[in-house]
């Protein structure tokens, strides 16, 4: 059964980072893409960032410059490092591994973050 686990979530100032990780589990995850997903109170899933089988990556415009997306096929991960962070950044934040033409698609729960003084 294929897993998949965020952590790195919490409460940080405005301008600080933290750094989110999503670990999965069941099969292995090497031609997947793997992406991060946020949803704020109200409004629509949306894009953060996304990094192909290949390492290709791809940024929200919002982020851009600001977050970084990695992954560690070894490992089954994908992580997010978000810097300067702005409290319109505040949300949860999912991560998601799809096969692209291959009809899986899997998320994790979720792990909040919020910006705030």
């Known amino acids: 059964q294929v897993q998949l686990v965020e952590s790195g979530g919490g409460l940080v100032q405005p301008g600080g980072s933290l750094r989110l990780a999503c670990a999965a589990s069941?099969?292995?995850?090497?031609?997947?893409?793997m992406a991060w997903y946020r949803q704020a109170p109200g409004k629509q899933r949306e894009l953060v960032a996304q990094i192909s089988s290949g390492g290709d990556t791809d940024y929200a415009h919002f982020v851009k410059g600001r977050f970084t997306i990695s992954r560690d096929n070894a490992k089954n991960t994908v992580s997010l490092q978000m810097n300067s962070l702005k409290s319109e950044d505040s949300a949860v934040y999912y991560c998601n591994f799809r096969l692209v033409g291959g009809g899986y698609n899997y998320w994790g729960q979720g792990t909040q973050v919020t910006v705030s003084s």
């Open positions: 069941g099969t292995t995850f090497t031609l997947y893409t």
